[in-house]
């Protein structure tokens, strides 16, 4: 028998526990249950569509229900869903590693999957560990990791300890490891005091000065290049990543990007570090992997860390990780066509005129009285509001600003959810122009009505 809306209503309250959820607000109002959707558009269960206005959480790239995409899926299940990779293979998965080496950065040829942006960080962290007990001149002594403040790179415990935001991680100190902290590139808000028109990126500065003054202890160092996503749309200065880069190689550290919530055509480049030059000693994939899809991440690392590892089995020089549905053929393959697709359907090429389409919206937002800055990098853009443009001063975090801009955004037909007061836009890459233009006057008229109430 097919369940009402109100049992469904019901049973969310009931038994649902939702991530990053105040779960008492959440069942105290009516649940906004997704029943289909089409291209960029999601339904809920009263027929009303809405706007993707932040890609299903970050990942959905080409929209939803992509005929090719969807076929990729539907032919591979008629070969396999799911086998290991244990000690076997599977064709998806071995054409999808080929197909990363090709278009990531040169040297990066060796892949090792997971499921989840958390995992495939987890994977890079646990590998420079091991990499520095193993390489050809062991250094033991390299066990920390520096990552910057603000920083968000996943849930495990691991991540966790890499991470910075106040109110997800300060909780869970007593189970970390000890992180290196440097600032966040934060300009509008610099923690150096500093202005950007002004300042000599001296936020890279301080964070050279530590990965010298800590060079024998440092494991690897640990970023989101260009934009730090979780944080608040934190867009770095030019020169930045490059920065991290030279200094982290001059000094024997290894570099792991997390560009988890960057890659995959994000900023207009299919990996962000291209934008630099940049080619790190690890760098992490998921979200926009499989479009949106599946659960699936990658790690890819060098060969120099890849022989690392090489020995008979008894020397014990083995990487002992993974995870029950690592190289999953299903992820495998629909990653595999999200690629292609990106490629041949002239998807990346497109950012560029959406990100200015965006950008016209952004400047225009910015002009309200209760927004106090606009960030934004390719289709990644996040808008941040204050009480007071002047002395930058936040709204009470308890009035909950940034999620009164996203309900009422809601009712007007675009989903986004806050960061904070942080309001993300970063809608599936493959949007139509009309589309994102209707999204961008959405979130127009929802702050207008938040800045200047009746
Ligand atoms: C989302 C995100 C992660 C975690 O990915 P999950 O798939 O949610 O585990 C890690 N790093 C960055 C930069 C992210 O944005």
């Not at 009931?14 to 558009?41: D, S």
């Not at 415990?157 to 189970?175: I, K, Q, T, Y």
Request: a negative charge.
């Amino acid at each position: 028998m097919e369940a009402t809306r109100e049992q469904l209503e019901q049973w969310d309250r009931e038994h649902i526990w939702h991530p990053f959820t105040p779960m008492q607000t959440y069942a105290a109002e009516r649940p906004l249950i997704v029943q289909r959707a089409e291209g960029c558009m999601l339904q809920d269960l009263d027929g009303k569509w809405y706007i993707d206005g932040v890609s299903s959480l970050w990942c959905n790239v080409h929209g939803h229900r992509v005929p090719e995409l969807d076929e990729a899926i539907r032919s591979q299940l008629d070969q396999v869903a799911h086998s290991t990779l244990l000690g076997v293979s599977n064709v998806p998965a071995i054409k999808l590693a080929r197909k990363l080496v090709e278009l990531a950065p040169s040297g990066l040829d060796h892949v090792f999957f997971s499921d989840s942006g958390a995992t495939a960080v987890e994977v890079a962290l646990k590998m420079a560990f091991q990499f520095w007990r193993q390489c050809p001149v062991p250094r033991p002594k390299k066990t920390k990791y520096l990552a910057l403040s603000r920083a968000y790179h996943g849930d495990t415990l691991g991540d966790v300890s890499l991470g910075g935001v106040e109110h997800f991680h300060a909780l869970f100190a007593p189970l970390l490891f000890q992180t290196i902290r440097a600032p966040s590139p934060y300009c509008y808000r610099c923690p150096l005091g500093l202005e950007r028109r002004t300042c000599q990126v001296d936020c890279a500065r301080a964070l050279e000065d530590l990965v010298r003054t800590h060079r024998e202890e440092l494991a690897a160092v640990v970023v989101e290049p260009l934009v730090q996503g979780a944080a608040g749309m934190i867009v770095a200065p030019e020169g930045f990543l490059r920065r991290v880069r030279e200094v982290t190689a001059a000094n024997e550290v290894l570099l792991i990007a997390d560009e988890v919530a960057v890659g995959i055509g994000r900023t207009g480049t299919l990996f962000a570090c291209e934008q630099e030059g940049v080619v790190p000693d690890f760098l992490c994939v998921a979200k926009g992997l499989t479009g949106g899809y599946l659960p699936l991440a990658a790690t890819l690392t060098t060969g120099e860390v890849y022989r690392a590892f090489l020995g008979r089995p008894e020397e014990n020089r083995t990487f002992f990780h993974g995870h029950t549905y690592t190289g999953n053929p299903l992820g495998a393959a629909v990653a595999l066509a999200t690629l292609e697709r990106m490629e041949h359907c002239g998807v990346l090429a497109g950012v560029a005129e959406r990100a200015a389409l965006l950008r016209r919206h952004l400047d225009r937002i910015a002009e309200l009285p209760c927004v106090g800055d606009v960030r934004q990098k390719g289709l990644m853009a996040g808008i941040e509001l204050v009480a007071d443009r002047g002395t930058k001063q936040p709204f009470p975090a308890a009035a909950r600003t940034g999620h009164a801009v996203c309900k009422l955004a809601r009712a007007h037909g675009a989903l986004l959810r806050p960061l904070g007061d942080v309001v993300v836009v970063m809608p599936p890459l493959a949007i139509d122009l009309s589309l994102l233009d209707r999204l961008g006057e959405i979130v127009h008229d929802s702050f207008r009505e938040v800045c200047s109430p009746r």
